[in-house]
C-alpha cells in the first residue's frame, strides 16, 4: 500500500488488478513481469530516433523504466511513474547504473492531477488496454490534466488483429471512440505494430497511435 507522502495514495485495485487477484507490485517480484524484455519496445525505439519525444516526457505506467531510460538516453528530460515501488526501485538501479537522470516517482495514472506537473509529451506502452471501458475515460481525463494543450501522447496497446493476440484486447472502434471529439484528444495517426512480450515469441500484435491534446 502506498504511504500517505506518496503521490499515489491509497487507491482501489483496478479492474486488472481484480481479475489477476494480485497487485501490479506482484508482477514484479519474481522474476521479470511478462511485458519486461529488458530493453525498449521497437515503437518505442523508432519513435525517439525520429524524435518524437520533445520537451518533457512523462512515461505512464513506466514499470521498471526500459522506455524511459531509452527516452532519457537521447537527453530529453523523463519523469516515470508507476503504482509499482518494486519497478521504481529497479528503475532507479538501472538509471543508476548507466548514469542517466531519469526522474521516478511513485503515481496513480488516474489521478495524474496530483503530480501538479504539465508535459509536452507522454508515452503509455502497455497500460491503456488493461483497464476497463470506465477506467479508460478517467485514465484519458487524468492525463488531460497532464498533457499542455497541443501536447503529444503516444499509444502503444494490444490489438484484436493479427497472428498473435495478447489478453485484454483493444478494437479499433474503441480506441477510436475512446479518443473521440469531446473528450480533449484527437486522434492523430494509428497504425498496426507489435508488442515485444516474454510469452509471444514473435510479439502480440498492437497498435501505435499518436494523438494529440486538444
Known sequence: MATPSDPAGDRPATSH??????????SYRDGP???DIGGPQPAVARTAAAGGFTGSVLDVGCGTGENALHIAATGVPVLGVDVAETAL??????????GLSAEFAVADALHLDRLR???DT?????????FDAAERTAYLASLATVVVP???????CLSDTGPDIGPHPVRLDELAAAFSPGTGWEIATVATDLI???FLEHGASAWFATITRV
Open 17 to 26: 488488478e481484480r481479475r489477476s487477484g494480485r497487485p501490479w507490485d506482484d
Open 150 to 156: 497541443g501536447g503529444t501522447l503516444h499509444l502503444l
Open 89 to 98: 526501485a529497479l528503475a532507479r538501479e538501472k538509471a543508476a547504473a548507466r
Open 33 to 35: 513481469a511478462p511485458w
Open 196 to 198: 515485444l512480450t516474454n
Open 117 to 119: 506537473r504539465g508535459f
Open 122 to 130: 507522454a508515452l503509455d506502452s502497455g497500460l491503456f488496454h488493461s
